[in-house]
């Protein structure tokens, strides 16, 4: 069975630094991009970027570029978010998710990550 | 930039009736890069639609999407009770977003 699942809730404190995971099974991990979608409490899904975990090319949308960093350990088939700042403002949902085809990122994504909730709060 | 934007915002239907959500882009997508998700509270998108009209796998067949350019559609033919939840339309282009999302619940 193709699937990601993500690492647990984490609570932070804003400045702190966190990184969440994503590990991919069933599937050959190099060959698809993993796309993050943020969702914050209560609204809509964004998009934030994705990385290829073959050669750890990065697209970030231009409202989260200099904000996350996206990394990859294709040894362990996972992708990871990274905050070194973290606000109050990035307390949300984040899911991982793959790419439906892996003819490259512009794919609607068909396997999505259970979620990670962040909460960043003092 | 490209913007979705989705209607209604909400919509109050019973089970049985038929749904009509309509995505709406602000310049014409290329190639119909254009999916619809459902999610349900506490869960995580699930994709239905892609190419603006192809089912995924495992998608009833009461699903179905339809339109190219700037408009979009999704119908379900007779909402089921498993159906109520929120749908998203989403771009998945060059630089890929998402619309805000129609909620359907029960009447």
């Known amino acids: 069975e193709m699937q990601l699942v993500q690492s647990g809730a984490g609570v932070k404190k804003p400045g702190e630094s966190l990184r969440i995971s994503c590990k991919g099974s069933g599937y050959r991990f190099t060959d698809y991009w993993i796309a993050w979608v943020r969702q914050m409490p209560g609204k809509g899904l964004e998009w934030m970027g994705l990385?290829?975990?073959?050669?750890?090319?990065?697209r970030y949308s231009p409202s989260f570029q200099g904000q996350v960093t996206f990394s990859v350990d294709k040894s362990i088939n996972t992708a990871y978010l990274q905050w070194s700042n973290l606000k109050a403002s990035d307390t949300a949902i984040y899911y991982c998710?793959?790419?439906?085809?892996?003819?490259?990122?512009?794919?609607?994504?068909?396997?999505w990550g259970q979620g990670t909730m962040v909460t960043v709060s003092s | 930039e490209i913007v979705l934007t989705q209607s209604p915002g909400s919509l109050s239907l019973s089970p049985g009736e038929r749904a009509t959500l309509s995505c709406w882009a602000s310049q014409s997508l290329s190639r119909s890069y254009l999916a619809w998700y459902q999610q349900k509270p506490g869960q995580a998108p699930r994709l239905l639609i892609y190419?603006?009209?192809t089912r995924a796998t495992g998608v009833p067949d009461r699903f179905s999407g339809s339109g190219s350019g700037t408009g979009f559609t999704l119908t379900i033919s007779r909402l089921e009770p498993e159906d109520f939840a929120v749908y998203y339309c989403?771009?998945?282009?060059?630089?890929?977003?998402f619309g805000p999302g129609t909620k359907v619940d029960i009447k």
């Open positions: 989403q771009h998945y282009g060059m630089s890929p977003l």
């Open positions: 998710a793959r790419p439906q085809f892996n003819s490259g990122w512009s794919n609607a994504l068909d396997i």
């Open positions: 990385i290829d975990p073959d050669d750890s090319d990065s």
């Open positions: 190419a603006a009209s």
